[in-house]
Structures are given as C-alpha cells and as structure tokens.
C-alpha cells in the first residue's frame, strides 16, 4: 500500500503559470519535507513542516511556497515558473526527527515549457 | 557539518556481496549514519541507520568502525534490482531541533549479471 502519495507523476507547466503539487501520506507522521532534485543532482532540501510548524532552508526561493492544510496533506506551491525549476520534487514524511528514517514518495517531474 | 565521502562507482557480480564504504572523519558524537538509496527516475529508498553499534535489518548491514570515522554498507547477495545511486547520510542537527537528510553525490552501484 502506498505510504507517501505524490499528484501528478508528471506535471507539464507554462513559464510564469502558476503550479501545485501535492503530497499525501497515510503515516500520520509529524513531519513532511519538500526536496527538489535536478537531473544528476542529489535531492535537496527546500523546506519542512513539523505538524504545522513550518521551516524554510535558507537558500529556498521566494518563488516557491508551501501549505499543510492538515497532518495528511503537503502542497508544494511554485507562484512563477522558470525554465530552471524543471527538476523532479520529492515530498518525504519522518514520525520525528532525531532517529527516525524518511519515507519518500514517487516523486512529481515538472517541466516548464 | 559533518560531511561524507563515497567512491563515485562500484561493479558487482550478482549474487555476491556488495560493500559499499563511507568515510565521514568528522561525525559528531550524536549524529546517526543513514543509508538510502535511489533507483533510477524513483524516490530515495531509506535502507538502514546506526549510531555505534553494527545494524542489520532484511536489506543490508551496517558496519560502523569503532572511531565512527567511517562505515560499510553490505548487501549480502546483491540482484539486479540493487542497482541504484546509493546514499550515506550524516543526519545534522538544523535549527530550533529539527534535522535534515544532505545528500552528497551519492555511489552509483551497477550490479552485473
């Protein structure tokens, strides 16, 4: 059964269009993380929610936005595309942090045509 | 941050055992070694993680050196399906107690028939 849902798979957007991604888990876990991976790049992390406690890493852009309407639920939210936020967005979710592994979804390919 | 170093790449034979070696001289004594491994095009896979002690669950084992400078993740009779940019991971503290996975460049393991 999956544990961490990532909507859609694949995601096709216009420069400068407005774009959600979105991210369920079934884990009732505390924390959700959003990664961006670029292609041959490691993922990296873009931000976090500790239950509704949100924490931007500081090299995130301002372009990019994140919701977590309830425990289940994490949006991922890109206000202005560029051509260079093509790239694959990993959504994870740990129980807590110091100890506890990371569950990661399938992942969202964007393109920005 | 503690920081981890991995061969780029490593050939197995299938069936064999797999070692996949990390150094990471400058762990913390409170910093967990993680492992997680990424398929091609799929979401990082958590394998397995250790403070001081050797690890093994029904994935691979985890041998951590006494001084903790440096670890080898086994696989004890590697298939196809274990090929994958294989992960080792120092879990650092972030702010306001939270932590984060980085990821390095990662080890490209190719399992040969």
């Known amino acids: 059964d999956a544990m961490v849902i990532q909507n859609p798979r694949y995601q096709v957007t216009q420069f400068g269009k407005p774009v959600t991604l979105s991210c369920s888990q079934t884990?009732?876990?505390?924390?959700m993380y959003w990664y961006q991976q670029k292609s041959s790049q490691a993922p990296k992390l873009l931000f976090h929610?500790?239950?509704?406690?949100?924490?931007n890493e500081a090299d995130t852009p301002d372009n990019f936005q994140s919701r977590r309407p309830n425990t289940s639920f994490c949006f991922l939210d890109i206000r202005s595309p560029g051509l260079g936020d093509a790239a694959m967005y990993l959504c994870?979710?740990?129980?807590?942090?110091?100890?506890?592994?990371?569950?990661f979804g399938p992942g969202t390919r964007l393109t920005v045509t | 941050d503690a920081k981890t170093t991995q061969p780029t790449s490593m050939d197995c034979a299938e069936g064999r055992a797999a070692n996949l070696p990390c150094n990471h001289s400058t762990i913390s004594g409170n910093e967990y070694v993680y492992w997680y491994r990424q398929i091609h095009s799929q979401g990082p896979q958590y394998i397995i993680h250790?403070?001081?002690n050797n690890e093994t669950n029904e994935m691979a084992s985890l041998i951590i050196t006494e001084d903790r400078k440096s670890s080898t993740l086994i696989l004890p009779h590697a298939t196809l399906r274990d090929t994958a940019v294989y992960y080792c991971i120092v879990r650092v503290a972030h702010q306001g107690g939270s932590e984060k996975l980085v990821f390095g460049k990662g080890m490209k393991l190719t399992v040969n028939p």
């Open positions: 929610y500790y239950d509704k406690d949100f924490n």
């Open positions: 884990l009732n876990h505390n924390v």
């Open positions: 994870a979710t740990s129980r807590d942090f110091l100890g506890y592994e990371q569950y």
């Open positions: 250790g403070l001081k």
